[in-house]
């Protein structure tokens, strides 16, 4: 005896032969009318119990205005990028007197320290 017959069958002493007659009409798939379905929804809405469907709209204009705001910061974002990308370093026009004198310094022979030097430019 498959589960489901022995599950149906455990419950066929509680149902009349009217109720077990209108449970089978109902088939496999129950599914509420579109009719009910509105029925209900009504009931519930005139209850209070169920809000309506909000939809937050916003007038054109504003919609418009946001639009145009959201464009013109994403142009400055755009041009301010650019900008910074294009931007070049000055190079001074003569070196430093202090900066040669100490790689000359780290550079010549007489140098008091000893070792390996990494000299940055």
């Known amino acids: 005896m498959s589960r489901e017959n022995r599950e149906n069958r455990s419950f066929d002493h509680e149902w009349s032969d009217e109720e077990r007659a209108r449970l089978r009409a109902f088939g496999n798939e129950r599914t509420a009318s579109p009719e009910l379905k ?4 009504a009931a519930l ?4 119990l169920l809000e309506g469907k909000s939809r937050v709209r916003f007038p054109m204009p504003v919609v418009i205005g946001m639009l145009l ?5 994403f142009v400055a974002g755009a041009l301010v990028g650019y900008a ?3 931007r070049r370093t000055v190079e001074p026009s003569q070196p430093s007197v202090a900066v040669t004198r100490a790689v000359a ?3 010549s022979v007489d140098s008091v320290v000893t ?6 430019y």
């Open 45 to 48: 809405q005139s209850r209070r």
């Open 115 to 120: 070792g390996r030097h990494v000299v940055w």
């Open 84 to 86: 910074a990308a294009n």
């Open 69 to 73: 705001a959201a464009t013109i910061v």
């Open 105 to 107: 310094r780290v550079d």
């Open 38 to 41: 509105d029925r209900t929804i």
